[in-house]
């Protein structure tokens, strides 16, 4: 079975600090997606990246960028020069493609604290 | 973009009542999924569905149902409310995993209270 684990439950930096989120995955699929979302107090996720098993490129995206590495079944994140505005729970979420099987296994989330 | 909206962000209900939460998306979406999230253990897949009138158990499916009649909508039915059901729950909206957006999109969440 799929599984996503994010060993930080919370972290806590001070603003301008970066910070890595990390996430490890399992799945015995060879073909798989891999997802980070943030939550901030307003509850509503957002969707921020996603990644093919296929395609092992990091991504930056402004002051984001992913690290996926299929050798380690690891997918972290960070953020540079964090604001106060990134304090958010950030969550990891794995999706094996193909047949009936559309469903998400998220991690337990991190709960980041950005401290002006 | 993609909108997903549910029908109430507060809910407080009574024990044994039956409760309804709705969730609507506008983007034609063909999958669709009710989560809770509970402190501590994360989100947690009740019921989806990749069709009209189709769906499927998802992880922790007792005490819920669920109806699919059109598209856009898929509501959550909790047939008895009992305390332990309270909780924040979360709608969200996606296109088949064999499309490259695949992402799911999640509505704002209802928090139930159950006393």
């Known amino acids: 079975a799929q599984k996503v684990t994010q060993a930080q439950t919370e972290i806590s930096v001070v603003e301008k600090e970066d910070v890595t989120l990390d996430c490890v995955y399992e799945?015995?699929?060879?073909?798989?997606?891999l997802f980070w979302y943030k939550q901030p107090p307003s509850g509503e996720l957002v969707f921020l990246i996603r990644?093919?098993?296929?395609?092992?490129q990091n991504e930056i995206s402004g002051r984001y960028s992913w690290n996926f590495q299929k050798s380690t079944s690891s997918f972290n994140f960070t953020i540079t020069a964090s604001q106060v505005v990134d304090s958010a729970v950030y969550f990891c979420?794995?999706?094996?493609?193909?047949?009936?099987?559309?469903?998400?296994?998220f991690g337990k989330g991190t709960l980041l604290t950005v401290n002006p | 973009d993609v909108k997903v909206t549910q029908s109430s962000r507060y809910l407080v209900k009574r024990t044994g009542e039956k409760v309804f939460l709705e969730c609507v998306q506008d983007?034609?979406?063909?999958?669709m999924f009710w989560y809770r999230q509970d402190p501590g253990l994360g989100l947690r897949l009740i019921y989806f569905?990749?069709?009209?009138?189709?769906?499927e158990k998802g992880d922790i499916p007792e005490g819920y149902s669920v109806s699919r009649e059109k598209k856009e909508r898929f509501s959550l039915i909790l047939e008895s409310a009992s305390t332990n059901q309270t909780s924040m729950y979360l709608c969200?909206?996606?296109?088949?995993?064999?499309?490259?957006?695949?992402?799911?999109?999640f509505g704002p969440g209802t928090r139930l209270t159950v006393t």
């Open positions: 983007m034609d979406h063909e999958n």
């Open positions: 990644r093919n098993s296929f395609d092992e």
């Open positions: 969200a909206s996606s296109l088949p995993p064999l499309r490259e957006t695949y992402e799911q999109y």
């Open positions: 569905s990749y069709d009209v009138k189709m769906k």
């Open positions: 979420a794995l999706s094996e493609r193909g047949g009936s099987n559309y469903k998400l296994t």
């Open positions: 799945t015995r699929d060879t073909t798989y997606y």
